[in-house]
């Protein structure tokens, strides 16, 4: 490795350092914009139009009905259901 390469990886390192340090200036400068999400929205946006694509709502479990068959978690295609279920003796059952 000669002086050359030397000089040339201390620029380049240099550089690197300035244009990172350019990026996190700019931040600093900036007006903060954070969203008090689902409390505080802009005017004029519905919280339906801050919702990820494809979303289906908020899942939930009548627990008086429910047999913890375990139905929903085997059908669940990303494995995101988690039934927690323990045999009651008493009840003969679940």
Request: proline share 5%.
């Amino acid at each position: 490795m000669g002086f050359g390469t030397y000089l040339r990886n201390i620029k380049d390192a240099a550089l690197t350092i300035a244009d990172g340090m350019a990026v996190t200036f700019s931040h600093l400068v900036r007006r903060p914009y954070t969203v008090q999400y689902p409390d505080r929205l802009p005017d004029g946006v519905r919280v339906q139009d801050t919702l990820p694509f494809r979303y289906r709502g908020i899942l939930e479990v009548d627990l008086e009905i429910c047999t913890a068959c375990l139905a929903c978690e085997r059908a669940c295609p990303i494995d995101c259901i988690v039934i927690d279920a323990e045999k009651d003796k008493a009840a003969g059952g679940l």
